[in-house]
């Protein structure tokens, strides 16, 4: 814990592991059906929507800002509300406010290349391990809710506009999410831009996927299974991630405990 500082906080982010990009998936995915069901449901209305959406996305931040230590309900809690408000947000942008989709997503990436930019000139640096103050955990947010409103706006252009399509769409970026893994790996391309560059994809691939299977007809290009059946489905498989996740944060804990009080427990046999 970095002690340069009062205001020095515990890391309240998880560790880039292949359970976080599962989790993070699945967090796109149920936004995006939820966000769509809910949004475009003439029940509810889109005004009354998107205020639902903010509010459960500032409750879940006072949460989240306020815990001591990463607390995986916490967190997951969070991303999937600022999963949905993001979803909502960007087609509020597009249905409500009558911008194009290229021009919100323009607009999105800005604001997020603003958020970057202020957060590096202030903290100097982007890495998710340097969590350790106030300002770099709301930089952190900040850069959380704009990717997931990019993601959204973005997937829907090249979905849209540009033709491909949903399915289409889906595997583009999944191809996409490919470079920063590759290019980290073989092409000694920065631990940190691969990261933010990934974690960005990682939301046009699952919501262009959720729409493929969800959406339904006149709007939609794929099964059409309905928005309501699919935040159903992505919520339960998010739901069994998330177990997963508590589960293994509790024995993770539970043995680093253990190698406090008995140092040579951590030792091979």
């Known amino acids: 814990m970095t002690t ?42 889109r005004h009354a929507a998107i205020l639902m959406g903010l509010t459960l996305l500032v409750g879940c931040l006072i949460v989240q800002l306020s815990t001591k230590k990463y607390t995986p309900v916490v967190y997951w809690l969070t991303v999937t509300s600022v999963s949905i408000f993001g979803t909502m947000s960007a087609d509020f942008l597009n249905q409500d406010l009558g911008m194009p989709l290229w021009g919100s997503t323009v607009l999105l990436l800005a604001l997020q ?16 391990h340097s969590i350790n103050t106030r300002p770099r955990e709301v930089f952190y947010w900040l850069t959380v809710i704009f990717t997931f409103a990019l993601g959204t706006a973005a997937g829907d252009f090249v979905a849209g ?28 391309l920065n631990e940190v831009l691969a990261f933010w560059l990934a974690y960005t994809v990682t939301r046009p691939l699952g919501a262009s996927f959720a729409d493929w299977l969800g959406v339904p007809s006149p709007y939609g290009d794929g099964l059409q299974l ?13 739901a069994a991630v998330l177990a997963l996740v508590v589960v293994r944060h509790r024995a993770d804990t539970a043995r680093v405990n253990a190698c406090r009080t008995d140092p040579q427990a951590a030792s091979p046999a």
């Open 161 to 188: 506009p540009l033709g491909l399509g949903t399915l289409a769409s889906t595997f583009v970026f999944l191809a996409v999410i490919l470079l920063p893994a590759a290019g980290y790996k073989w092409l000694r």
């Open 113 to 128: 290349a603003g958020v970057f930019t202020t957060w590096y000139i202030s903290e100097k640096t982007l890495d998710t």
């Open 4 to 45: 340069t500082t009062s205001q020095s906080l515990a890391i309240k982010v998880p560790e880039i592991t292949l359970l976080f990009w599962t989790a993070k998936l699945g967090t796109t995915a149920f936004g995006e059906s939820f966000s769509d069901y809910v949004f475009f449901n003439d029940y509810i209305g």
């Open 226 to 238: 309905g928005t309501g059946p699919m935040s159903l489905v992505t919520g339960g498989a998010l």
